[in-house]
């Protein structure tokens, strides 16, 4: 059997390979802690969604309210769910300022019509 001699530069291509996979699961952790990090973000900005829309419907200024927390809380990364965490809080928001404004429309309009004593 022959031996192959190792060059100098092989045997740094060696050295720093094996540097890179030791530091490899140090990135990996330094990643995941991040990702879940954003990820709870975006969850929590999921759920004031949910619940600032309905809440549009039965208090609209709580609804708008909830929304723009949750519009905060939206990372930036981008993903699945803060996409749709995004368009939840828009839509509790809108829904909040429509409801808002037929109610003191309706609201003013009603009272007008009540005659006085």
Same mark, same amino acid.
């Given at each position: 059997m022959?031996? +192959?001699k190792?060059?100098k !530069? &092989?045997?740094? *291509? @060696?050295?720093?390979? =094996?540097?890179? $996979?030791? +530091?490899?699961?140090v990135? !990996? &952790?330094?990643? *995941? @802690?991040?990702?879940? =990090?954003?990820? $709870?973000?975006?969850?929590?900005?999921?759920?004031?969604?949910?619940?600032g829309?309905?809440?549009?419907?039965?208090?609209?200024?709580?609804g708008?309210?909830?929304?723009?927390?949750?519009?905060?809380q939206?990372?930036?990364?981008?993903?699945?769910?803060?996409g749709?965490?995004?368009?939840?809080?828009?839509?509790a928001?809108?829904?909040?300022?429509?409801?808002?404004?037929?109610?003191?429309?309706?609201?003013?309009?009603?009272?007008?019509?009540?005659?006085?004593?």
């Open positions: 022959v031996k +192959k190792t060059t !530069k &092989e045997s740094k *291509k @060696k050295e720093t390979s =094996e540097e890179t $996979q030791e +530091k490899k699961p990135k !990996k &952790e330094a990643i *995941k @802690k991040g990702f879940l =990090e954003t990820s $709870q973000k975006n969850l929590i900005s999921y759920i004031l969604g949910i619940v829309v309905v809440m549009a419907f039965f208090s609209p200024i709580i708008v309210i909830l929304g723009i927390i949750g519009l905060s939206t990372s930036k990364e981008k993903s699945r769910l803060q749709m965490s995004k368009r939840l809080n828009i839509i928001i809108i829904i909040g300022v429509v409801i808002f404004i037929l109610t003191v429309v309706l609201f003013s309009t009603n009272m007008s019509q009540i005659p006085a004593a």
